[in-house]
């Protein structure tokens, strides 16, 4: 009885003098909902969050090799459980489109494409290429109305990729004035590397195509539509997103955010009825104000969006993990160190890979906020609802080895 004395002498002590830290109670509550991800997952613990949820968002670390596993498992698990139709890809609408067309029964060449496009970023790996190899292979199982589709809705990166795009709307018998696109667009495809792709001289002639496009579709809208039937709106948005990326790049974040925000709401009528699931970088999921930004999660789930109170959020924290490094492809030492409270993680952490649900009825993280550090205020599932907690993981592998 002694004992016990002390100890709730000492828990009142920790919640007097240091509120916002994560107490004994809190690491019991986090074992009590917790589930290991390691082998094959079940995400048990996901079904009572997914109530109602139209969107589901994951915000993971870059160039972790384990990322690209879990989106399939996730997506595969929503996919049957919650609906899920689209994936969500952080990535422009062109290069999208091209994955959508692969994953829909396109040709290999159609993914072999999009990756030189993406060389220099972090979604330049074995594992990414094999993701979207897994998901074809998975949607071939399925009738053409239940395939997961992808949805690119962030910034048109490689500047090529829009143009790629563009032209592959345009088949055959292309009208005169759209040579110049044609023939642009089969000059970026032979482009390589990241200095050619992202130079001044494509960031010029980008937009002085889209600029050119823009006049003919004012000088000849009604015989350009007849032309591209069914792919007139995806001609005219695609388009558009390329001549936002050049107006805004650069401006920072919260522009970003935005832009990526509008450009659903835009997209989402000319889809077919279906919910979403995206694996973005860890702040674009949060669902309130971080580091003095709106995210993209905070804009699907606040008063604009048609989706509020529909978004559900899972965060992922890395513990004594490697990351693909973009610029040199060398893996680099990398734990979430931003995040408060890691050792009471490790410690309720199950697995090295452990879903922690933190929305459940009693949890102390409806009362507080935790883990953030840069934060607006509230408590913590008003920024996600669900946290990953990986350990020991090695780094994304670059889909070619440097020759140094």
């Given at each position: 009885m002694k004992k016990r004395g002390i100890f709730v002498l000492v828990l009142l002590f920790l919640v007097t003098f240091f509120p916002g830290q994560l107490r004994a109670l809190d690491l019991d509550y986090l074992r009590q909902n917790s589930e290991l991800l390691s082998g094959e997952p079940e995400f048990e613990l996901l079904l009572p969050g997914l109530e109602g949820k139209k969107i589901i968002l994951a915000g993971e670390a870059?160039?972790?090799?384990?990322?690209?596993?879990?989106?399939?498992?996730?997506?595969?698990?929503?996919?049957?459980?919650?609906?899920?139709?689209?994936?969500?890809?952080?990535?422009?609408?062109?290069?999208?489109?091209?994955?959508?067309?692969?994953?829909?029964?396109?040709?290999?060449e159609l993914l072999d494409l999009v990756f030189t496009q993406l060389e220099g970023t972090?979604?330049?790996?074995k594992e990414q290429y094999f993701f979207f190899k897994k998901l074809a292979e998975f949607n071939e199982e399925l009738p053409p109305g239940k395939r997961v589709g992808v949805v690119g809705i962030d910034l048109e990166l490689p500047l090529t990729s829009a143009i790629i795009f563009l032209g592959s709307l345009l088949g055959k018998e292309t009208p005169e004035s759209l040579k110049p696109l044609e023939e642009m667009a089969g000059n970026h495809k032979k482009l390589e590397g990241e200095s050619q792709l992202y130079s001044s001289r494509v960031r010029l002639e980008t937009m002085q195509m889209a600029v050119y496009l823009q006049e003919i579709i004012e000088l000849e809208g009604e015989n350009l539509q007849e032309f591209?039937?069914?792919?007139?709106?995806?001609?005219?948005?695609?388009?558009?997103?390329?001549?936002?990326?050049?107006?805004?790049?650069?401006?920072?974040?919260?522009?970003?955010?935005?832009?990526?925000f509008s450009n659903l709401l835009e997209l989402a009528p000319h889809l077919e009825r279906g919910n979403f699931f995206g694996q973005w970088g860890g702040n674009h999921v949060l669902q309130r104000n971080h580091s003095q930004v709106n995210w993209l999660g905070s804009f699907l789930n606040g008063p604009r969006s048609p989706w509020a109170g529909q978004v559900l959020s899972i965060y992922y924290v890395y513990d004594h993990c490697k990351r693909m490094d973009p610029r040199t492809y060398q893996a680099r030492d990398?734990?979430?160190?931003?995040?408060?409270?890691?050792?009471?993680?490790?410690?309720?952490?199950?697995?090295?890979?452990?879903?922690?649900?933190?929305?459940?009825?009693?949890?102390?993280?409806?009362e507080e906020i935790h883990f953030l550090t840069r934060h607006s205020g509230g408590v913590t599932t008003d920024y996600f609802q669900y946290l990953i907690m990986i350990r020991n993981q090695s780094a994304s592998n670059p889909l070619r080895k440097t020759e140094d």
């Amino acid at each position: 009885m002694k004992k016990r004395g002390i100890f709730v002498l000492v828990l009142l002590f920790l919640v007097t003098f240091f509120p916002g830290q994560l107490r004994a109670l809190d690491l019991d509550y986090l074992r009590q909902n917790s589930e290991l991800l390691s082998g094959e997952p079940e995400f048990e613990l996901l079904l009572p969050g997914l109530e109602g949820k139209k969107i589901i968002l994951a915000g993971e670390a870059h160039g972790v090799g384990i990322n690209s596993e879990l989106v399939l498992e996730l997506l595969t698990f929503l996919h049957g459980k919650a609906d899920v139709r689209y994936f969500l890809w952080e990535g422009g609408y062109a290069l999208g489109s091209l994955l959508n067309n692969y994953l829909q029964g396109g040709e290999e060449e159609l993914l072999d494409l999009v990756f030189t496009q993406l060389e220099g970023t972090a979604f330049w790996s074995k594992e990414q290429y094999f993701f979207f190899k897994k998901l074809a292979e998975f949607n071939e199982e399925l009738p053409p109305g239940k395939r997961v589709g992808v949805v690119g809705i962030d910034l048109e990166l490689p500047l090529t990729s829009a143009i790629i795009f563009l032209g592959s709307l345009l088949g055959k018998e292309t009208p005169e004035s759209l040579k110049p696109l044609e023939e642009m667009a089969g000059n970026h495809k032979k482009l390589e590397g990241e200095s050619q792709l992202y130079s001044s001289r494509v960031r010029l002639e980008t937009m002085q195509m889209a600029v050119y496009l823009q006049e003919i579709i004012e000088l000849e809208g009604e015989n350009l539509q007849e032309f591209l039937g069914e792919d007139w709106f995806a001609f005219q948005y695609g388009l558009r997103r390329l001549i936002q990326t050049h107006e805004t790049w650069g401006e920072g974040p919260q522009v970003r955010e935005e832009n990526t925000f509008s450009n659903l709401l835009e997209l989402a009528p000319h889809l077919e009825r279906g919910n979403f699931f995206g694996q973005w970088g860890g702040n674009h999921v949060l669902q309130r104000n971080h580091s003095q930004v709106n995210w993209l999660g905070s804009f699907l789930n606040g008063p604009r969006s048609p989706w509020a109170g529909q978004v559900l959020s899972i965060y992922y924290v890395y513990d004594h993990c490697k990351r693909m490094d973009p610029r040199t492809y060398q893996a680099r030492d990398y734990t979430s160190e931003e995040i408060r409270d890691l050792a009471v993680l490790r410690r309720a952490a199950p697995a090295e890979i452990s879903l922690f649900w933190l929305d459940a009825p009693g949890s102390p993280f409806r009362e507080e906020i935790h883990f953030l550090t840069r934060h607006s205020g509230g408590v913590t599932t008003d920024y996600f609802q669900y946290l990953i907690m990986i350990r020991n993981q090695s780094a994304s592998n670059p889909l070619r080895k440097t020759e140094d």
